[in-house]
């Protein structure tokens, strides 16, 4: 939980953030749902549709993805690069790409791309992190994934304590054998 919400006023509202807590199990949730009239027609609601475009872009969406591999600040030697082999491993996977707050304010990547409490929140299968730190930001928006997998040069970078497994080298010589692996694996 970030924050304690205390109300001054009978008007309450709060919301959450898309995928911010698991879903309930079918079923266990209490209480009851009843219709509420509201006293106003489809013509009380005025509507104008001036443009509508298509936003399919052939991406794997980053909130509906069952993987997800990141980059993060850990791709500065060669941005494009590192980027290019977090790319790689993420088609070879049907992942998302996904990148930290520093990768994005550092122009590697597209700010669509960020994942944590300034960006989106995801809860994939499987989240690989290649050159995170793990800003407490950043898991802030991935922690609730199923498994995550780490790949830092830096032993102590805090994303290790979050991680199901944790790989202690550099991302350039990391990912590319982790795409191979796969390739060979998956056919």
Known sequence: MLTDITFASDVQVASVR???FP???AGAAGGAVSALELGIGAGDVAETIVDAKSTDTGEVSLTDAGIIVS???GVAADPEKGFQLVGELASVLGAAVGASRAAVDAGYIPYKNQ????GKTVRPDLYIAAGISGAIQHLAGMGGSKVIVAINKDAEAPIFEKANY???GDLYDMLP???DEFKKRLG
């Open 18 to 20: 898309p995928r911010s």
């Open 23 to 25: 879903l309930p199990e």
């Open 71 to 73: 980059g993060g600040r």
């Open 115 to 118: 994942v944590g409490q300034t």
């Open 166 to 168: 944790g790989i202690v």
């Open 177 to 179: 054998a982790l795409t």
